[in-house]
Nanobody, 124 residues
Framework: QVHQVESGGGLVQAGGSLRLSCAVS????????TGWFRQAPGKEREFVAY????????YYADSVKGRFTISRDNAKNTVYLQMNSLKPEDTAVYYC?????????????????WGQGTQVTVSS
């Protein structure tokens, strides 16, 4: 059974930083591509970043490129999302998820094993 638990969300002022964690059990983080997604009220869930199972390559949505960094700690079996220079439009529930696809993907429907999400609120 695969479980993923997100943490690290909270309330922060614009320009501030947060680090989200995705603690994984039931699989190793280096065996699946793991993605971070977010969903703001009234909007569809959208891709934020992924880190590949092979080589740990990373890819980001244009809206967060240069501000967010995805990484993983294989020893802790945890994936992180470092978020800097936060903006009010980053406010959302953030989810981590894993995909079984061998080719990395940004599509929400390609991901299973979703966590429960963690709320990030950025005040102006």
């Amino acid at each position: 059974q695969v479980h993923q638990v997100e943490s690290g969300g909270g309330l922060v002022q614009a320009g501030g930083s947060l680090r989200l964690s995705c603690a994984v059990s039931g699989r190793t983080v280096s065996s699946y591509t793991t993605g971070w997604f977010r969903q703001a009220p009234g909007k569809e869930r959208e891709f934020v970043a992924y880190i590949t199972w092979s080589g740990g390559r990373t890819y980001y949505a244009d809206s967060v490129k240069g501000r967010f960094t995805i990484s993983r700690d294989n020893a802790k079996n945890t994936v992180y999302l470092q978020m800097n220079s936060l903006k009010p439009e980053d406010t959302a529930v953030y989810y981590c998820a894993a995909t079984l696809r061998m080719v990395p993907t940004m599509r929400t429907l390609d991901y299973g094993y979703w966590g429960q999400g963690t709320q990030v609120t950025v005040s102006s």
